[in-house]
């Protein structure tokens, strides 16, 4: 177990929660020590009082000791638990901030192999076993190896022979027994895997609660849901036996080997070679030794699960992101460039699709303040534009520049809040509709958010809310319609007010007449700005001034409405398909 605790407490060393709080590590430590040193006095009084006799008057000045003692243990006793419970509680903290801002730090790429149920799981189930060793088990294990250790030197300065032994059969039993602990680390990685497993599939479910309920799939996905909780229940259940078994054993030949030296002690005190008083120390100091194993294996088990919990954390505080700024210094954001988006012949493929060319040669220009559309059948390439564009992946080879630079030269923070999206599923917070809307600019002041609202025509149905503005939105926006949430996010979107303006289908989940509302308040934002709309209702696009066909990844056509119909190309056959 010391290498395990050493190598844990090396993490902690290395991300700075223990340097961080020298002070008060500092102080339970001490807190520590002393609660330990007044345990180990208690036999010392007790030899005296057996010695000088318990109804003596020199032993009213033992039972005042005894007194002090015990005052003094429960006061650093208290003390040594609220300062590891206090270090506990914000290591966790720590730690659970720094794997949320490493995950938010990641690219899409990395949430295509990982689960977000399963990061959930790791910063709470995870790091709830961190708290508990640090909290709890740490403080135990610490002080049960003082107590061992000074409990042992204390048994050698009563009586060195019985102490010999004592130690020597001790270890020849004991320490076999640690080797099993390296199966119980194994064991409770695969079943904190299994609880993460449990934890991403309910997550998964209810995030789609209405397609489980719309398919009449309740008792499959509770199927499903059973089978993943008794996996993790057999795991566990596996593990804890493998720990109970650990505990048995070692505590019963600790015990054997005590209950063997006590009477060997209670022969040399027939013989005349002890008194008995020095044997009481010695059994006071025994039942220590023998608290101290039985303590020593229990949490055993907790620092076996905290090191395979805290392997799990690591993996997501280490996890270098895709994307990483240049290590240029930043030069000052210029728009005066007169193209605002150039791409030259990029070519895309994502990662967990190595084989499919995503993008293809693809080259076109966009003029700052010019209204573009991209149009294409689905899959040709059109959203995985508007996230190259963001910088969620970076090309395989060609070159996109933004307002004249490169943008892998842009610091990836100044390039997204230079362009605004609205995605074609709009992505409304469990907050107010204030709240929602604000997220575009911070620092708005709830004039500027009502503003946006009223050119995004959504003033009206907010307004109509029970609260308003204040009005709490539901988990994804369950309590809007497919409309409100867009124009929500087109509100968003206004009140970021950003130079570049990419719509995915913004319209699309839009009756006639909001389509229609939500059109022209995007005619009064869009001039002088520039923007990319992708769409498949080619009426939404009719007045771009230059709309761009992909197909398979590659430009085939470019033009206006006008003629790109008379090319007779893709364009003209979706435009029949959908005037005609």
Not at 93 to 117: C, H, M, W
């Amino acid at each position: 177990m010391p290498s395990k605790l050493s190598s844990l407490i090396g993490w902690l060393q290395e991300y700075e929660v223990i340097s961080r709080y020298r002070k008060q590590w500092f102080l339970a430590a001490l807190f520590l020590v002393l609660a330990a040193a007044a345990t180990l006095a208690v036999p010392l009084a007790f030899r005296g009082l057996v010695d000088a006799g318990i109804t003596t008057e020199a032993s009213d000045l033992k039972f005042i000791y005894l007194l002090v003692l015990a005052i003094i243990l429960a006061v650093v006793t208290a003390s040594r638990f609220y300062m590891m419970s206090w270090l506990g509680e914000r290591v966790v903290a720590d730690i659970r901030q720094r794997v949320f801002k490493n995950v938010l730090r990641q690219s899409p790429v990395y949430f295509e192999t990982l689960q977000t149920g399963e990061v959930l799981s790791r910063l709470t189930s995870d790091t709830t076993v961190i708290q508990t060793l640090v909290g709890s088990s740490i403080s135990i294990a610490l002080r049960s190896a003082l107590m061992l250790l000074g409990g042992m030197a204390m048994m050698l300065v009563t009586s060195i022979w019985l102490a010999t032994v004592m130690i020597v059969l001790l270890l020849l039993i004991v320490l076999p027994l640690w080797a099993m602990g390296r199966r119980v680390r194994k064991m409770s990685r695969a079943s904190q895997d299994k609880v993460a497993d449990t934890s991403a599939m309910a997550g998964e479910v209810l995030n789609a609660v209405t397609t489980v309920q719309a398919f009449v799939r309740e008792a499959y996905e509770q199927k499903r849901f059973d089978a993943a909780v008794e996996a993790a229940f057999n795991e566990a259940k596996t593990r804890i036996t493998v720990r109970a078994l650990l505990t048995v054993l070692t505590i019963t030949m600790a015990f054997a080997v005590i209950v063997f030296v006590l009477w060997m002690g209670a022969r040399q005190v027939t013989a005349g070679a002890m008194t008995i008083g020095e044997l009481t120390q010695f059994v006071l100091y025994a039942v220590f030794i023998a608290g101290s194993i039985g303590a020593l294996s229990e949490t055993f088990g907790d620092v076996q699960r905290a090191a395979g919990a805290m392997e799990r954390l690591v993996e997501l505080m280490q996890e270098a992101p895709e994307l990483v700024d240049s290590t240029q210094p930043h030069e000052p954001i210029i728009f005066s460039s007169k193209d605002a988006i150039v791409l030259k012949e990029v070519t895309f493929v994502y990662p967990s699709r190595p084989d499919f060319l995503a993008m293809h040669l693809v080259s076109f220009v966009v003029p700052q303040g010019a209204r573009y559309a991209l149009v294409g059948t689905s899959g040709a390439g059109k959203s995985t534009l508007f996230s190259l564009l963001l910088r969620f992946y970076e090309p395989r080879s060609g070159q996109i520049q933004i307002f004249g630079r490169d943008a892998s030269e842009w610091p990836v923070g100044d390039l997204r809040n230079s362009i605004g999206i609205v995605s074609q599923e709009p992505v409304i917070f469990a907050t107010s509709a204030l709240e929602n809307i604000r997220y575009g600019r911070l620092d708005a002041s709830d004039e500027e958010v009502i503003a946006a609202a009223k050119t995004a025509h959504a003033h009206g149905f907010i307004t109509a809310l029970p609260q308003g503005y204040g009005s709490f939105l539901g988990e994804r926006g369950v309590r809007l319609s497919g409309g409100q949430k867009q124009r929500i996010s087109i509100a968003r979107a206004i009140l970021k007010n950003p130079p570049i303006l990419l719509l995915d289908e913004a319209t699309s989940a839009l009756d006639a007449e909001s389509e229609r509302e939500v059109q022209l308040a995007l005619d009064a934002v869009l001039p002088g700005r520039t923007s990319l709309t992708i769409a498949h209702r080619l009426s939404t696009v009719m007045q771009a001034d230059r709309i761009i066909v992909l197909e398979d990844g590659a430009v085939i056509e470019q033009g206006t409405h006008d003629t790109l119909l008379t090319q007779g190309g893709l364009y003209a056959r979706l435009a029949k398909l959908q005037f005609t």
